[in-house]
């Protein structure tokens, strides 16, 4: 089907030069995005964009999305005592059918808050393929691996992951795609880093992993292996291009340098980060070492919120304060790191993240009568500091569109929403 | 008239003990909280509340609110700079008309965010109360006066202050109320200061003030007055109960003790002192000391939002960074903040801050069915962490209907954009 977006007041394409376009109109077909220009004249579905500001669909790279059940479940504690006392105790409880409404709740929330992308990382695995395909979004989705030194349950993990390579290959989708994802190097065996290593370089596909979140993973790495994490992970050669690693807030210079070294990517989770008193990702030091940084919201359980506006907000202010400058994170800096950022971070730089001829059509409008966006000075500062989810309008992945004048298209919001009532009961 | 809230699915009360009711009526009559119960069967208009929660309006303690104007226009910059190479060259601009469009604007912002009450300090503050009255929020207005040591200057700004009381006086009306504001130590006279003080205690209002924003001014105040902005405060006599003064970022343990004694309150505006990178209030500590504490975005310039949702979790999030705490700042506190809080500030405990029967009714409804309030483990945790100012749903200020089914009911949000625009056209 062809799309015409009519007459978008506004476009801030993301290209290198982040041209700005006024009065054009975009054709979609065949999902990408065929045409822009002025007075395109074809037949095709029309939008009419007078007042509306197309911009590409924001990617979200670190997530955890059917934790949406958790949402609200437990906070205000440390990390350790809230992953112990209320999270794997309830995560007990879960099964496929509760982790596909979790994520499709994600996906609700996500669509209407204009993030088009999505990295995730979660059990039932299967379930996140069904709920990314039947809605119509755009994302990776991992199997978290945990084996705790644990040789037997190394194995057992390992045979999982194939089976949900194998699962995803049986769908024959090109929207979802898989990585492998060791959890965390303190809760992976060398083994298991290292299979998992051999088996994304075999499959030629990313490693999704977490990386020196707290101080105190970093203290137990130095204490237990004499080397910091990511040390660490050079030293059994698991950094590569391939590795995206999120949180990353206790980073040494010489990690940096490491990470830089092997092109190793970034997902920074800063209001996770601030919620858990995890510390902050080293923004400027990273950029300027010439590491990919992406942005990511974590789950719902320790955000509580997966919408990129905020997360690009609480990404600025966190390195102005943490800098002392308000010069650092400056809005298009951090609009670019959820946009092309974001992009570049899951290997996709060649299909999203821009808004260009042939690019595929990841494509958001935002409503420019949204009082957040007026007056209109600067709508890329209206977007980062002004601007909420709730101004995005319409939402198009792939050309197809998955919310119109905020109505979802593929996602039935009262059924996602009783079921996810239903299982949400069950923890108390 | 008689509005009946028939059947609220919860009802965050705030009142002492924190009392949440399930399945209850509030009525209102004449503007007050008459009755709270089941199956109260009275004439007057319905409001059906099923799938609602009801909660005391936001309270914003400081405020430009006409600085909508500039949202957008400059960021990025240090305060320095922006104030002079941004801000007040477009204040040279300004008149009195568009005031009153931007500080309507703000006000459709605040009544779709669920904020009722207001602290603002800006000039051509007669459109403010013209803006108020007109808007139907409740409110404290000031004309900011700033003499840089001029006595010629001294004199005119305190006959505007008058001039300005007396305006207000004429008005006769409950819901808007006057405050002296000497806009900083730094830009105002030891005269000025003293006379604003006088002429507070004179009238029995406030004093709404900036204080120690940022290292500079603490700096400044060292190198100029041998002493920082607090004690200096107090050793001219400023310091009292009726002293509101906002950001406090930079006091020291003894500058905490002093306001104790003195009983002056703070407003705490979180976001716009990380996007200025201007430092953190250090909230803990004036908790401890006892000091009463309420939450304001600043104006739109320097935020750029007016949503007191979203500034209630920056308030979480950074007091949870910057003391490697999450326990601190909890959900509960940030939101006893933002509306007992604000009341205690602002001296309104009697009338706004909690629904209780005799308060004014002051009663935001947040729609339960929005992606941001499901699963509902916990309201007041979906409220900060969850949830931006789009989930409301209605907003009542005195027992009047300002916003229904997020329709505005005393805005006509096309007339007040469209000035708004026009205005900001005259920038470029």
Chains 1, 2 share one sequence.
Not at 328 to 341: E, N, P
Request: proline share 3%.
């Amino acid at each position: 089907m062809e799309i015409i977006l009519k007459n978008c007041s506004c476009i801030l394409t993301q290209d290198a030069k982040r041209s700005t376009l006024s009065n054009r109109d975009i054709l979609i077909s065949d999902g990408k995005i065929a045409e822009i220009g002025q007075n395109l004249s074809r037949s095709g579905y029309v939008i009419d964009c007078k007042n509306k500001l197309a911009m590409p669909g924001l990617i979200n790279t670190h997530n955890h999305l059917a934790m949406t059940l958790f949402k609200g479940y437990g906070d205000d504690m440390p990390l350790d005592k809230w992953l112990k006392e209320k999270i794997w105790p309830a995560e007990q409880k879960l099964n496929a059918e509760a982790v596909y409404n979790g994520t499709m709740l994600a996906f609700a929330e996500m669509i209407r808050s204009g993030t088009t992308t999505f990295n995730d990382m979660y059990f039932f695995s299967e379930s996140i393929v069904d709920a990314t395909i039947n809605a119509g979004m755009r994302g990776f989705a991992s199997y978290p691996t945990i084996d705790h030194n644990n040789p037997e349950k190394t194995d057992s993990e390992i045979r999982n992951v194939k089976s949900f390579l194998s699962y995803l290959a049986s769908k024959n989708t090109g929207l979802v795609k898989p990585m492998v994802a060791p959890h965390a190097p303190y809760t992976c065996s060398r083994e298991l880093l290292e299979r998992s290593k051999e088996l994304a370089l075999k499959h030629n596909i990313g490693l999704h992993i977490h990386v020196s979140e707290t101080v105190k993973e970093v203290n137990d790495s130095i204490r237990d292996k004499d080397m910091r994490p990511v040390e660490y992970l050079e030293s059994i050669g698991f950094l590569g291009p391939e590795v995206i690693m999120a949180h990353s807030c206790h980073f040494s210079k010489e990690e940096i340098v490491l990470a830089a070294k092997r092109g190793a990517k970034i997902s920074h989770n800063p209001t996770s980060n601030m919620k858990l008193a995890g510390g902050s990702m080293q923004l400027k030091e990273f950029l300027d070492a010439g590491i990919l940084v992406s942005l990511g919201t974590d789950g719902s359980a320790s955000n509580n919120s997966l919408d990129m506006f905020n997360e690009m907000k609480v990404c600025a202010l966190l390195h102005k304060f943490s800098n002392n400058n308000p010069e650092i994170a400056s809005a298009q800096q951090v609009f670019d790191i959820a946009t092309r950022g974001g992009a570049k971070v899951l290997g996709l730089e060649k299909d999203i993240g821009a808004i260009e001829i042939d690019k595929q059509a990841d494509i958001v409008l935002i409503n420019l009568k949204d009082i957040s966006m007026i007056p209109n000075h600067n709508p890329i500062s209206n977007i980062v500091y002004s601007a909420n989810g709730s101004c995005v309008d319409t939402t198009i992945v792939n050309g197809k569109i998955l919310m119109e004048n905020r109505i979802l298209k593929t996602i039935d919001e009262e059924e996602v929403t009783d079921k996810v009532n239903e299982f949400a009961s069950t923890l108390v």
